[in-house]
């Protein structure tokens, strides 16, 4: 790999050069071809190059790419009433990033109780151990990993982190002074958690006896990743707030926030704002990402096809006592090992694959929804036998070690 010098040390690459995608294939520098299982972190739930999006942005792009919020930008409007009419929310603001989309949550929940409700002091928001909410300092303060926190105090204050699905320990802690609960139905980053339904009933149950809100981190799970459009239906909980980016717009930057149309005048004009978010370039990408979705079916597949691909790596690894559980939802697998899953990553990319971690020990896939079946439990395979090696590998060499 090249000088990285002038760029700053906060990401730790692999020593390889993606170059060109097609569909679930990507190929580096040298023309060697990977069957992607990562999706640019659930990102490209589309593929690589999606024609329809490729030809919207053509189109917009010879058109008009940006205007300032200073102007109407109709494709917003257009785009907000597709997705609300098949979800719980009923305005949209937008902008560039998943970070930006739970800024814009927190802000709007606390404006909402100082400003609407009128109830100032309550500004606590509760999330969970373990959640990824985003690295600006609020969200970064709503995450509950030290790791993501270490050396940047003072944080935003009255985050609360409670352990995730601990129904007791929700009962604990929300009261009166709560102003939000913040939950990823499927947690992400910290090692493919599925909320249980008595945690949702739980939720749902506090939120309605002391009138607080819900916000659903919907960022990596959402818009089919988990075989519904949003992972809270899974839970059947009715947020008040949901945040998305990721998979939103095939891999073009943009993050949008929703609520309920009774939180909307919290953020009266001059409350809150982005230069970028939702220009006409985005909406673009995001309206042909969402017809795409859509009118090809493609959250009922990535439910049927990422359940037979879970069932596939449930089965092949059960003798393997390097695996703790392969859990998840549709295309958010996650593969709890042992052991560290970084040394599985790389016998993968050895092997022409790509997945990453979350977390020190879970393996994580994050495939295309549009992936050929073929192609999928190829790749599936070739994560069966990595597991396996670098297991069957460790195994000796502590067997050694003891001999
Ligand atoms: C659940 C969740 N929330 C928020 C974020 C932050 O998104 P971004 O990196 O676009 O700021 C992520 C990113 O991984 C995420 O998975």
Redesign the pocket.
């Known amino acids: 790999m090249g000088e990285r010098d002038a760029l700053f040390p906060n990401y730790a690459p692999f020593p390889m050069r993606l170059v060109r995608g097609e569909g679930s294939r990507v190929w580096d520098e040298h023309g060697r071809s990977y069957i992607d299982l990562m999706s640019g972190?659930?990102v490209t739930s589309l593929g690589h190059a999606p024609r329809r999006v490729v030809e919207a942005l053509e189109q917009q792009l010879r058109t008009l790419w940006h205007v300032s919020n200073w102007y109407d930008i109709p494709q917003q409007q257009q785009y907000a009433r597709m997705v609300t009419e098949q979800c719980c929310a009923d305005v949209a603001f937008f902008c560039n990033?998943?970070?930006?989309?739970?800024e814009a949550a927190i802000k709007l929940a606390r404006r909402t109780m100082h400003t609407v409700r009128k109830e100032p002091h309550r500004t606590r928001i509760v999330t969970f151990l373990q959640?990824?909410?985003?690295?600006?300092m609020a969200?970064l303060s709503a995450t509950g990993q030290d790791k993501v926190k270490y050396g940047f105090a003072p944080l935003v204050p009255d985050f609360v982190h409670i352990p995730y699905n601990d129904c007791a320990a929700l009962h604990d802690v929300v009261d009166e002074h709560t102003c939000a609960i913040m939950v990823?139905c499927v947690?992400?980053?910290g090692g493919v958690r599925v909320a249980t339904q008595a945690f949702a009933d739980a939720i749902r149950e506090l939120c309605a006896r002391y009138d607080v809100l819900l916000i659903a981190?919907?960022?990596?799970?959402g818009f089919g990743r988990t075989g519904k459009l949003f992972a809270y239906e899974h839970v059947h909980l009715e947020p008040d707030i949901i945040?998305t980016?990721?998979g939103i717009a095939s891999g073009f930057p943009m993050?949008m926030m929703m609520a309920k149309r009774s939180l909307a005048q919290a953020f009266s004009p001059g409350t809150h704002g982005s230069t970028f978010g939702g220009n006409p370039l985005a909406c673009a990408a995001a309206i042909a990402t969402w017809r795409v979705i859509m009118e090809e079916q493609l959250i009922d597949r990535a439910r049927t096809i990422g359940e037979a691909g879970m069932a596939y790596v449930r089965d092949a690894l059960a003798h393997c006592d390097g695996v703790r559980e392969v859990r998840g939802r549709g295309m958010m697998i996650g593969i709890e090992l042992i052991d560290e899953a970084v040394p599985v990553i790389q016998k993968l990319i050895d092997r022409g694959v790509l997945a990453i971690n979350a977390g020190p020990n879970v393996l994580r896939l994050l495939p295309a929804f549009t992936i050929e079946e073929e192609l999928w439990f190829e790749g599936l395979a070739h994560v069966v036998a990595c597991i396996e090696e670098v297991h069957a590998m460790r195994s000796k060499t502590n067997q050694d070690s003891v001999s």
Not at 97 to 102: I, P
Not at 217 to 221: K, R
């Open positions: 972190v659930a990033s998943g970070a930006e989309a739970n959640s990824f909410h985003g690295r600006t969200t990823e947690q992400g980053e981190d919907e960022i990596q799970s945040t980016a990721k993050g």
